[in-house]
């Protein structure tokens, strides 16, 4: 018996990005008490950037990433999933141990051949239907469902899996995800810092998403910190602390029409803080967000404005700051940017799912535009082996 593990397509909001490419359901069947399973997720993508702002330079993601598992559910509401995380790039041969998009002067030092290769492993409780909690690898990147001035959706063809602590709690009226992510354990006399992620997003609903009219309030932060006490060999020991968060209002006109079934309309306040540390040239900052999407036919289309004032993008794509990525002297005063984007994906069931995305970013104040084409496959499925 083979069983689908793919998503459907559901609107929540214009920083969703193809949550049947990008994202994994992290529900438990509540039926399948005793089942032993076999599970294969992979990723396939073919993604180019061609980027003209100073910003940051452009580059191509040529590969896969494969996440072979096991997983045995003892209980209805307890899971457990053990396997690993292999990430490979068209023609590369090595790849750093920390294989994590990061901000400048923190790098891996150890490297692996062949692949990337990480352990994988969740363990999963729900103790009542509204609320799940998952230690180990977390439903990350694009689940945590954030606008792209906090979180860039390319983390989940690059960026290892998130690893830590997560608490989902799925209501009617009230979504919340809050997580921590351990992105470098040190040990004692270690060169480099302990490093890990807090995000919080949260989503309060007004009315029934089903409703004509669903209005809707994100709340989202980020923060990421460094340090560590006993990495007493490490050059830099100084401890830094970084936060993004935004917050909006977003309203979906469902339409009941075939052709163009919902519209959806989303302004969003973004800020930054330097919490501690003096590594990045700005101490705070702030920005705006306005979206307008739609689904029409079968493409989801959006066009974004984006203005900001000394605002640096921890984890977000780095399009969306006043801050160059390779040269951080290179700052600019209250940028702008429009964004284009239109996407098409298509669920050909057995799970399987593919999809095309591209984006057009006219960086008004460089007087410049960039744009990008990504291409993907995804493959998410599983079979029964046994049930005890």
Not at 92 to 114: I, L, R
Not at 209 to 227: N, T, V, W
Not at 289 to 300: E, G, N, Q, Y
Not at 328 to 340: A, I
Request: proline letters at 4%.
């Amino acid at each position: 018996m083979v069983t689908a593990g793919l998503l459907s397509f559901a609107v929540t909001s214009s920083a969703q990005r193809d949550s049947i490419l990008f994202e994994e359901n992290h529900t438990i069947d509540t039926t399948a008490i005793g089942e032993l399973r076999v599970n294969i997720d992979n990723l396939n993508f073919f993604k180019n950037n061609e980027y003209e702002s100073q910003i940051t330079k452009g580059y191509t993601l040529p590969g896969f990433w494969v996440k072979p598992s096991v997983s045995y559910q003892p209980l209805r509401n307890l899971k457990v999933d053990v396997g690993a995380y292999m990430i490979h790039y068209w023609g590369a041969t090595k790849y750093p141990n920390f294989n994590y998009s990061d901000m400048p002067e923190w790098h891996g030092e150890q490297y692996q051949k062949g692949f990337h290769i990480l352990p994988f492993f969740r363990v999963q409780i729900d103790p009542t239907k509204r609320l799940s909690l998952i230690l180990g690898t977390l439903y990350g990147h694009n689940n945590h469902n954030l606008i792209a001035p906090l979180y860039n959706y390319e983390m989940g063809l690059s960026g290892d899996p998130e690893t830590g602590f997560q608490i989902i709690w799925d209501a009617p009226r009230l979504k919340l995800d809050s997580w921590i992510n351990w992105e470098s354990f040190i040990y004692r006399n270690d060169t480099h810092q302990e490093s890990f992620s807090f995000g919080t997003s949260l989503k309060l609903l007004a009315n029934s998403s089903k409703a004509p009219l669903h209005l809707y309030f994100p709340l989202q932060s980020i923060f990421q910190h460094r340090g560590g006490e006993i990495n007493t060999e490490a050059e830099e020991r100084s401890v830094k602390t970084w936060m993004n968060a935004a917050a909006g209002m977003g309203l979906i006109i469902n339409t009941r029409n075939d052709i163009v079934p919902w519209i959806n309309l989303e302004a969003c306040g973004v800020y930054y803080k330097q919490v501690a540390g003096d590594l990045l040239p700005f101490d705070k900052g702030h920005g705006y967000l306005a979206t307008a999407s739609m689904r029409l036919w079968k493409f989801d289309v959006s066009g974004e404005y984006w203005w900001c004032k000394d605002f640096i993008s921890i984890l977000g794509n780095p399009l969306y700051g006043a801050m160059g990525i390779e040269d951080n002297t290179y700052l600019l005063d209250k940028p702008k940017m429009l964004n284009c984007h239109i996407g098409y994906s298509q669920d050909l069931g057995k799970g399987f799912a593919w999809g095309i995305h591209a984006d057009v970013f006219d960086h008004i104040k460089e007087n410049a535009v960039s744009w990008a084409l990504g291409v993907y496959m995804r493959i998410n499925f599983n079979f029964l082996l046994k049930k005890f």
